[in-house]
């Protein structure tokens, strides 16, 4: 998969509010790293994806399955390295958080790999 289709939603989103906000500055926040290690697999929910009684198919809920199934460095890594490609292609300034975020699991809520907690979130303004 080469992502095509997010490398041009984008461009397209950064055209559009070049044409609706003539004047304004983008900041373009990147984005952050993920830490599948730090999620609790104890506390998954695992729920049936069916009611016909197939156990081995399972849907994921608050915490479950769904939410930690694609978090990957690579992938993280590769959404950021397109959209700092991205911006530089299309002059926008970059607030790059990605290495902060890497080395920071500990400011995430707890078994979440993704969402920082508000305090630490407010150390990256533009």
């Known amino acids: 998969c080469n992502y095509a289709d997010h490398d041009n939603a984008c461009r397209?989103?950064?055209r559009t509010i070049r044409q609706l906000y003539p004047g304004v500055d983008i900041i373009w926040k990147s984005p952050t790293?993920?830490?599948?290690?730090?999620?609790?697999?104890?506390?998954?929910?695992?729920v049936p994806s069916?009611?016909?009684?197939?156990d081995e198919s399972v849907k994921a809920t608050l915490f479950g399955l769904d939410?930690?199934?694609?978090?990957?460095?690579?992938?993280?890594?590769?959404f950021y390295e397109l959209q700092k490609k991205v911006c530089a292609d299309m002059n926008v300034r970059f607030l790059?958080?990605?290495?902060a975020t890497h080395i920071s699991a500990s400011k995430l809520?707890?078994?979440?790999?993704r969402h920082f907690?508000?305090?630490f979130n407010r150390h990256f303004k533009p």
């Open 12 to 14: 397209q989103l950064i």
């Open 33 to 46: 790293a993920v830490h599948i290690h730090w999620v609790d697999l104890h506390r998954l929910i695992v």
């Open 50 to 54: 069916s009611t016909n009684g197939d």
């Open 67 to 78: 939410r930690v199934r694609y978090m990957s460095r690579s992938r993280s890594m590769f």
């Open 96 to 99: 790059d958080i990605y290495e």
């Open 109 to 113: 809520y707890p078994s979440d790999g």
């Open 117 to 119: 907690k508000p305090d």
